[in-house]
């Protein structure tokens, strides 16, 4: 069999020798690029400011452990702070023992176990929905569900703030998608009046968080709900950030206004409340059946593992069983919501655990995440294009389980920074405006 030039071949068969010489092709050039241009990478990494990538050497809920120092947590999605919950770890243990450590399959194939059906049936209960489907994580949830539905001719309205899953979804579903401006009600009746007139025939889906990830505001469920029943839309709610927060129980977000079943698709992930990874969909049975069949993020990828459906189970179990735990979280965002504001902190609407605390510049906002490290304070640095330029912001969010010492260690290292870099107090660079969200 003739070789390729350059090329030998050893007594198994395979290329042992290359070309002398080879050409970086020219796909890779954005790589380098990048490591000079947005947010000058290599001279934030240099300076120590990089927030990014930086790794956890143990989790305990409201306090971790990282570069060997103990630091309080204060940007973490661990809701309900089940994370550690002894009895969370032991179901997961358990489930290891029965079922081990993994599926190894597709949900069609090999991949169903009795946990998924349970986990299935209750979270369909829990949401006042005929019908579950689970995902191995969030992000293939909304994409995998928005690309099932929502096929060529139909269209998708889609808020400007959503999640990168929903956009995601959006590119791989080959329909029309007509972005409206972020929470803006009059601008998605003008794009719903616009396929009315233009294309009446067309299927409509609109899809929107329920509860905003950077600024923790809560979708206009009633104003959206009442625009899909005039224009015959599809409505679905992404509730990544509202299942286990907001809502009687933590239903979610059309819960909180008491309309649920005026939402025909709720979707929400376990990497938050329910301290585990995987998603959901709930809506109709026939719906929720169709998906499965013809949603590929689900046929095509391995099921979740039986330890984090076990733990989603022992989470939901303990979530019905102890409601304080929203009652605390609760008061624990409107107790650091105002003590944001009293000392002069811009933290937009928020209106849920999501805090976000401007700061304003990318570089500032790189320095404030650093010294809040070095005062023992974990957050999450949110810079453009995440956020608008100009108000770089520290993205805070808080667990039931914070103790009122944790959350006033919290506000004095906020101020403190706050005041030595200029954000708050006599000598402030000044506030952006209290939009941006």
Not at 17 to 45: D, I, M, N, W
Not at 87 to 109: H, M, N, P
Not at 192 to 213: H, Y
Not at 311 to 332: G, H, N, Y
């Amino acid at each position: 069999m003739p070789m390729t030039e350059g090329y030998s071949q050893d007594r198994r068969g395979s290329a042992s020798s290359r070309p002398a010489t080879k050409t970086e092709p020219s796909l890779f050039r954005k790589c380098h690029v990048f490591f000079e241009k947005e947010g000058q990478y290599r001279t934030v990494k240099q300076a120590g400011l990089y927030p990014y990538f930086r790794p956890i050497e143990r989790n305990d809920g409201t306090r971790a452990i990282m570069n060997g120092r103990e630091i309080i947590m204060a940007g973490s999605n661990n809701y309900l702070g089940l994370v550690s919950d002894p009895r969370v770890k032991q179901a997961a243990i358990d489930a290891v023992e029965q079922y081990g450590t993994g599926c190894t399959g597709s949900r069609f194939l090999n991949g169903t176990l009795d946990l998924h059906i349970r986990l299935e049936e209750r979270l369909a209960a829990f949401m006042g929905k005929e019908a579950c489907i689970l995902y191995s994580t969030g992000y293939m949830t909304n994409q995998g569900v928005i690309q099932a539905l929502a096929g060529k001719g139909d269209i998708i309205f889609s808020d400007k703030d959503n999640h990168a899953c929903i956009l995601a979804g959006t590119m791989v579903s080959m329909a029309n998608t007509w972005r409206y401006r972020h929470d803006d009600m009059d601008h998605l009746r003008a794009l719903l009046e616009k396929a009315e007139r233009e294309q009446p025939e067309a299927g409509r889906l609109i899809v929107t968080d329920g509860v905003f990830s950077m600024s923790g505001v809560i979708a206009k469920v009633p104003e959206l709900i009442a625009l899909a029943h005039e224009f015959n839309a599809a409505l679905m709610l992404d509730d990544a950030h509202a299942v286990g927060v907001i809502g009687p129980g933590g239903r979610g977000s059309a819960a909180s206004f008491g309309i649920t079943d005026d939402v025909d698709l709720t979707t929400g992930t376990f990497s938050k409340s329910f301290a585990s990874l995987g998603g959901f969909c709930v809506g109709d049975a026939d719906v929720i059946e169709y998906i499965r069949h013809n949603s590929s993020t689900h046929i095509f990828s391995a099921s979740m593992p039986p330890a984090n459906v076990a733990t989603v189970l022992k989470c939901l179990e303990i979530l019905e069983a102890e409601p304080e735990r929203l009652d605390r979280l609760w008061e624990i965002s409107d107790y650091m919501r105002d003590g944001f504001r009293s000392v002069g902190f811009n933290v937009w609407s928020s209106q849920t655990p999501i805090i976000p605390v401007v700061i304003g510049d990318m570089r500032t906002s790189f320095q404030f995440w650093k010294d809040l490290i070095e005062e023992g304070v974990f957050v999450n640095a949110v810079v453009p294009p995440a956020v608008p330029r100009g108000q770089s912001l520290m993205r805070t969010s808080y667990m039931a389980t914070h103790s009122d010492s944790e959350l006033d260690f919290i506000l004095e290292a906020f101020e403190k920074v706050g005041r030595r870099l200029g954000v708050i107090g006599p000598h402030a660079n000044g506030m952006p405006a209290e939009s941006g969200e």
